[in-house]
């Protein structure tokens, strides 16, 4: 297939830190800037904010105030039923189900810290130190989902499949049972956008139009910078570590 042509990548903001969340700024109490953040998400009417392990809620995503169901929480997913919450503190081995007002902690079968979340329709996917986890049975009960114990160093859903990387390999699995290396070693963050693809950071940040069959290199412009985060919405912005925020 031929490779995906890319623009080139152009700098937005300078930075001295790691950029986790290169979303535009936000009133949020508590985050004197917006590289703190671990997370943010939307959820129905409302956006959700994590710093440091502080959870902060807002309406229009302007005007935050603190939200105590969320403190603690690294990263957040949701589905019809829930909210879905990695802790912040690495001693915490499960994961917070979040509904109704209370908070549940969840850890049947995990063996280690939830470093990554992801959700569809067959369950929750859990990215530890330990390997990857799946539960079938909203929180019930987790299971091995990867033959390979390795710690995931990234998770993330691209259509159909789920895709995790390891230090060694990164691969894609349409049903949780066979995975398919991708050829990719080192991959420290996966992103997928339906309008643009698979995105990895590897040696290089990588982008795939065919679900990681053929991959080209798409950091023009980066200056050799690691991308630690991207954003869509009209543009795409990519935080890094260390050299800022780029925009292309």
């Known amino acids: 297939m031929p490779s995906t042509v890319m623009s080139s990548w152009l700098a937005r903001l300078p930075a001295k830190r790691r950029v986790e969340e290169p979303a535009p700024a936000c009133n949020t109490p508590g985050v004197s800037a917006r590289n703190e953040l671990s997370d943010r998400v939307f959820s129905g009417s409302d956006f959700i904010a994590l710093s440091r392990g502080s959870g902060f809620c807002s309406s229009d995503g302007a005007s935050f105030s603190p939200d105590a169901n969320f403190d603690g929480c690294a990263q957040l997913v949701f589905d019809s039923t829930a909210a879905w919450c990695a802790p ?3 001693a915490v081995i499960g994961v917070y189900r979040i509904a109704s007002g209370s908070r549940m902690l969840l850890a049947n079968g995990l063996p280690a810290h939830a470093d990554r979340l ?14 990857l986890y799946r ?3 909203a929180g019930a ?20 499949n789920v895709v995790a990387a390891t230090d060694a390999e990164c691969f894609s699995s349409a ?6 290396p991708l050829g990719l070693a080192g991959v420290t963050l996966l992103v997928f956008d339906a309008a643009h693809g698979l995105y990895a950071q590897s040696d290089h940040l990588r982008l795939s139009s065919d679900g990681g069959a053929t991959w080209s290199v798409a ?7 690691r991308v630690t985060a991207l954003a869509f919405g009209g543009q795409i912005y990519a935080g890094s570590d260390g050299a800022g925020v780029f925009r292309q």
């Open 88 to 90: 912040w503190d690495s």
């Open 118 to 131: 992801a959700i569809d329709a067959s369950g929750l996917w859990v990215g530890t130190s330990a390997g």
């Open 135 to 137: 539960s079938t049975d």
């Open 141 to 160: 009960s987790f299971g091995a989902a990867m033959p390979a114990a390795a710690p995931i160093r990234a998770l993330t859903l691209a259509g159909a």
């Open 175 to 180: 049903d949780g049972v066979d995975w398919q």
């Open 219 to 225: 950091d023009s412009g980066l200056a050799g910078a």
